[in-house]
């Protein structure tokens, strides 16, 4: 079974802190991917990483870091989180064969104050 | 650049019956793939269904169909003997580069007793 875990559902930070969301993946995946969901938009890709210490920018990648020391973690970093970063955001690792199917975590919905 | 537009913001849907969420895609790539995934409202984001641009057959998964029209670019999914699990957010994606996703706004669907 594919398992993509999030470090928290719920999180609530104040303005100008610095903000780490965790994905793990146990499955030697190489690609993984953030994205943020807001309503209305969709989801819509932060960054995304092929290997490790290997990252690539998406389509929204400001205000955003990532890290991505070992191969089943992708680390997300506001570092300093503002009031238009309060959103969901998912975290996917992909499947690779035919499909290349990505699989998604449960989501970590971030709150700024 | 690739684009998913999802028209529908909401469908209501009779119990047992069939329903259609309509996916458009636009693309300049020969070779592409088409997702389905669901989004309950606890969060999580379940894959459904794949299709792939060269696929001749239309993809089926159980009571998930996906309708793939390649000359009007769409991908609609139809769902058959619709169940109240069913109520959800559903989202169409196509993969780019980098296995990037590109998803559209999406689609709430709410199945009534």
């Known amino acids: 079974d594919v398992k993509v875990t999030q470090s928290s559902r719920y999180l609530v930070k104040r303005t100008g802190e610095k903000v780490f969301l965790e994905c793990v993946q146990d499955m030697d995946h190489e690609n993984m991917f953030w994205y943020r969901q807001d309503p209305g938009l969709g989801l819509r890709l932060i960054y995304f990483?092929?290997?490790?210490?290997?990252?690539e920018k998406g389509d929204i990648p400001e205000g955003y870091s990532v890290s991505r020391e070992k191969k089943e973690r992708f680390s997300l970093i506001l570092e300093s989180a503002s009031t238009n970063q309060t959103s969901m955001y998912l975290c996917a690792s992909l499947i690779p064969g035919v499909t290349d199917t990505q699989y998604f975590g449960p989501g970590t919905r971030l709150t700024v104050l | 650049a690739q684009k998913i537009t999802q028209t529908q913001p909401g469908m209501f849907v009779q119990e047992k019956e069939a329903v259609t969420l309509d996916c458009t895609y636009d693309?300049?790539?020969?070779?592409?793939?088409l997702f389905w995934y669901k989004q309950p409202s606890s969060g999580e984001m379940i894959f459904l269904i794949y299709q792939g641009s060269y696929d001749e057959q239309n993809a089926t998964e159980g009571r998930y169909s996906l309708n793939f029209q390649k000359a009007r670019k769409s991908a609609n999914l139809v769902i058959s003997a619709s169940q109240l699990g069913d109520s959800a957010m559903y989202f169409c994606?196509?993969?780019?580069?980098?296995?990037?996703?590109?998803f559209g706004a999406g689609t709430i669907l709410r199945v009534k007793s």
């Open positions: 994606a196509m993969r780019g580069y980098g296995n990037k996703l590109v």
């Open positions: 693309t300049s790539d020969q070779s592409y793939g």
């Open positions: 990483s092929y290997d490790v210490k290997m990252k």
